[in-house]
């Protein structure tokens, strides 16, 4: 597999661990709990900010290559570089939910949860459609020289929070995934 494929694979479960996350935070604060909101914001930018510019502009241009060469199933990649929009938009709105608590507007919890629920639902979806449907047709149509096109063209930003990480700018999202690594060694 190309290595940009590869990076694609790595990013796909490092968001589905970011969702698991969110969800546990979502369910805590459906529960009545005040969660972690510098943490969950850290995890709203990461997602926004990496995928905005590494992750999605990648995929897009894998599933514009995939398309020049013929391959069937354009719904799939339109419906998908569509989304990347829309999840951007998603993102946003949720954070403004955040920031509006942290502000301390008056707010509808059930509002704020289902802002989260939304992207945590839709990021879902989305991830599995790439990995199912639009994954497969890219690497069974596009060659080496495709690929090698594609890696010259991506974005090469290192991944902020699992590349080269940054802890001062991921500073509570850094902590509790370096706990959670810590906790799962041996």
Same mark, same amino acid.
């Given at each position: 597999?190309?290595?940009?494929?590869?990076?694609?694979?790595?990013?796909?479960?490092?968001?589905?661990?970011?969702?698991?996350?969110?969800?546990?935070?979502? &369910?805590?604060?459906? @529960? *009545?709990?005040?969660? &972690?909101?510098?943490?969950?914001?850290? !995890? /709203?930018?990461?997602? &926004? *900010?990496?995928?905005?510019?590494?992750?999605?502009?990648?995929?897009?241009?894998?599933?514009?290559?995939?398309? $020049?060469? *013929? $391959?069937?199933?354009?719904?799939?990649? &339109?419906?998908? !570089?569509?989304?990347?929009?829309?999840?951007?938009?998603?993102?946003?709105?949720?954070?403004?939910? /955040?920031?509006?608590?942290?502000?301390?507007?008056?707010?509808?919890?059930?509002?704020?949860? $289902?802002?989260?629920?939304?992207?945590?639902?839709?990021?879902?979806?989305? /991830?599995?459609?790439?990995?199912?449907? @639009?994954?497969?047709?890219?690497?069974?149509?596009?060659?080496?020289?495709?690929?090698? @096109?594609?890696?010259?063209?991506?974005?090469?930003?290192?991944?902020?929070?699992?590349?080269?990480?940054?802890?001062?700018?991921?500073?509570? /999202?850094?902590?509790?995934?370096?706990?959670?690594?810590?906790?799962?060694?041996?």
């Amino acid at each position: 597999m190309h290595p940009v494929m590869t990076r694609l694979g790595q990013d796909h479960a490092r968001l589905v661990k970011l969702l698991d996350l969110f969800e546990t935070l979502l &369910d805590r604060f459906h @529960a *009545g709990e005040e969660p &972690d909101y510098d943490l969950m914001s850290e !995890m /709203l930018e990461y997602m &926004d *900010g990496y995928a905005d510019s590494v992750h999605h502009p990648t995929e897009d241009i894998i599933f514009r290559r995939a398309l $020049a060469k *013929g $391959a069937g199933q354009h719904e799939v990649f &339109d419906v998908l !570089m569509r989304q990347h929009a829309s999840l951007s938009q998603i993102n946003k709105r949720f954070r403004q939910s /955040l920031d509006g608590i942290l502000n301390e507007e008056v707010l509808l919890r059930e509002d704020v949860e $289902a802002n989260g629920r939304e992207l945590v639902a839709t990021m879902r979806a989305h /991830l599995s459609l790439e990995d199912r449907e @639009a994954f497969p047709i890219a690497l069974k149509v596009l060659d080496e020289a495709d690929w090698e @096109a594609v890696a010259a063209e991506a974005p090469s930003a290192e991944d902020p929070l699992f590349g080269a990480p940054d802890p001062e700018r991921f500073q509570a /999202l850094y902590r509790l995934l370096s706990e959670q690594a810590q906790s799962e060694t041996p």
